[in-house]
């Protein structure tokens, strides 16, 4: 019983592809919309690994994604676009990130907590904005997408189906931490910090450890984001971003993994949606987000469960 | 045979309140030793103290000889203290079971494990369940923590320190609030763990600190007014008017 959404959801995301081997036409919007969702759905789940489980409201989330983002850039510029460069570059960027600002941002709490972590990704978006090599403020267009072993596992036709493949990965994985030793202590830190510290457990490593772990997750969204649009910007790492990866999060229900899938979906259709009938859709949205969140604390499907 | 435990002159002040004004105390091992005191006497902070929650401001904690006075938390409980707490803290959305499941884990220092399922694993669940029928949980091992009764908790607590097979156990109050047959039972349970630890007992239940302490510090305004055997403090003027009443 418990797998059955999840299944649902993947089932549903492999039915595109499906459809299309079969014959059926598949409009090019659908497609693209569906492998944007499913990339936000990524950087949301491990998101969900440090807000959901582990109770760390990090506000900063689209940080580790522009760093991806940004390794993949930089590969390209210096002419290399295997996956076997780009990726560990962009794993490891993400990673000492996440180390060397958990580190400080874990000193604190709550709303300090969110305070921090949202001034260290404002950090990371000037940072990018002064890449005068990389565009600067203007972004960078990608010359080629990154290869996986030679193959085109990320042009235009296939970036669908590896984006898939990669996001029932990283939720398998995911599962698999949050049923773990770790994963238990981890959700047990979320309850009563002070209680979990008090059996001999070090709950500041449990936490940078998730915290590092999330930023790498976070970091192959950002090589996936970064190839389908084949461009990089400051705007990846935009506190606009985060805010939006929480409220995915928040919308699908916290610490379900599967329900960031959902929350990437309703934002991202709203957000186009919206888009199409007024400029001004934040007005729009931002109301009708807080609604959600206060009305569905445990989140779309959390309130499905009950 | 030398002290398991050791404060010697430990001093706190917050501003100009003195919590803890010069506390030396020797916890021998496999004793109770009670500490009692008025409300605000300063043992809650005592026990912080020793713990590491709070750095006093001077003096020396050692267990078995070694300074901790530095050592963070959880670093003491490795070393081989466990504390529960006054105010009832257990992990309410977990069950029973994996409450003290996770202090088995502790206790193992093995939480850096990512891959395998916690939740059916015999090696945290056989102890987990080994130390809920000692305390009395047995039949709630499934149930979510959450939702037990207060007494219940208590019984939890006092589980969870248990299953980390502490040297010193630091329990705070481990009777508050439990009904007259709990009580009962947890006095019994906890005058069974002499061969498993040394307690440091800080309770406001007399009856239950004169049937199990085999020593005594009295605290009043942060400082040790009496020590002794519960005969010797039962007999000690100064704690009676500063404390105990005429009915003991
Ligand atoms: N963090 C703090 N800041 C300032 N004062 C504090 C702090 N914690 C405790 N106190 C004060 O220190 C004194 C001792 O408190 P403590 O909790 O140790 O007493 P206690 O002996 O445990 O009392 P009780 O029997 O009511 O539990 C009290 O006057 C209390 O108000
Ligand atoms: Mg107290």
């Given at each position: ?71 993949v ?22 990673g ?26 404002q ?8 890449l ?82 999330a ?36 919308l699908?229900?916290l ?29 729009v ?22 | ?24 105390l ?15 006497a ?38 081989g ?38 939740r ?78 040394a ?46 009443g005429?009915?003991?």
């Amino acid at each position: 019983m418990k797998f059955v959404v999840p299944v649902a959801i993947f089932v549903a995301l492999a039915l595109i592809p499906l459809l299309a081997a079969v014959g059926v036409h598949v409009p090019g919007i659908v497609t693209l919309i569906a492998s944007r969702v499913m990339i936000f759905a990524l950087a949301a789940m491990s998101l969900d690994l440090i807000m959901g489980i582990g109770g760390l409201p990090s506000f900063g989330h689209a940080a580790p994604v522009a760093i991806g983002a940004y390794a993949v850039a930089v590969c390209d510029a210096a002419g290399v676009q295997a996956a076997a460069a780009v990726i560990p570059a962009a794993l490891a960027a993400a990673g000492l990130f996440a180390l060397a600002t958990g580190a400080v941002a874990l000193r604190t709490r709550g709303v300090n907590f969110i305070m921090i972590t949202l001034a260290f990704a404002q950090m990371v978006y000037f940072a990018t904005g002064s890449l005068a090599d990389y565009g600067g403020d203007d972004g960078y267009t990608l010359s080629a997408r990154t290869t996986v072993f030679g193959l085109d596992l990320l042009d235009a036709k296939r970036i669908y189906l590896t984006t898939l493949v990669v996001l029932i990965a990283v939720y398998v994985l995911l599962r698999v931490i949050a049923a773990s030793r770790f994963g238990r202590a981890l959700a047990a830190i979320r309850q009563n910090r002070g209680r979990v510290q008090a059996l001999g457990i070090d709950a500041f490593a449990i936490e940078l450890a998730a915290l590092v772990i999330a930023a790498m997750i976070a970091a192959l969204a950002g090589v996936l984001m970064a190839n389908q649009a084949e461009f990089v910007s400051p705007a990846y790492a935009a506190w606009g971003r985060s805010g939006e990866l929480m409220v995915m999060v928040i919308l699908g229900g916290l610490g379900t993994l599967h329900g960031a899938v959902i929350g990437a979906a309703i934002v991202v259709l709203a957000e186009e949606g919206l888009g199409a009938v007024t400029q001004h859709w934040p007005l729009v949205l931002g109301p009708f987000l807080v609604l959600a969140v206060l009305f569905f604390r445990h989140g779309i499907v959390g309130g499905a469960r009950r | 045979m030398s002290a398991l435990l050791r404060v010697e002159n430990l001093h706190k002040r917050f501003g100009a309140l003195v919590v803890t004004d010069g506390v030396s105390l020797d916890v021998m091992p496999g004793r109770i030793h009670a500490v009692i005191g008025p409300n605000g006497a300063g043992k809650t902070t005592l026990i912080h103290q020793i713990f590491g929650t709070l750095a006093p401001d001077a003096g020396v904690i050692r267990l078995d000889g070694r300074d901790i006075t530095r050592l963070a938390p959880h670093r003491r409980a490795q070393a081989g203290l466990a504390r529960s707490f006054q105010i009832t803290s257990v992990l309410p959305e977990f069950s029973a079971l994996e409450n003290v499941a996770l202090a088995v884990q502790a206790r193992a220092g093995s939480s850096f494990r990512f891959f395998r399922a916690a939740r059916g694993q015999a090696g945290l669940n056989a102890p987990a369940m080994a130390v809920l029928e000692r305390v009395g949980l047995r039949a709630r091992a499934g149930m979510v923590a959450g939702s037990l009764s207060h007494g219940e908790k208590r019984q939890l607590e006092l589980a969870m320190a248990l299953a980390a097979k502490p040297r010193v156990m630091l329990l705070d109050e481990p009777l508050a609030g439990a009904g007259p047959e709990e009580t009962a039972r947890l006095v019994t349970l906890l005058g069974s763990l002499r061969d498993a630890c040394a307690i440091v007992l800080v309770e406001h239940d007399m009856d239950a600190v004169f049937q199990l302490a085999d020593e005594i510090t009295v605290l009043a305004q942060g400082r040790v007014i009496a020590h002794g055997t519960p005969g010797a403090i039962r007999e000690d003027a100064a704690v009676r008017t500063a404390y105990l009443g005429e009915d003991f």
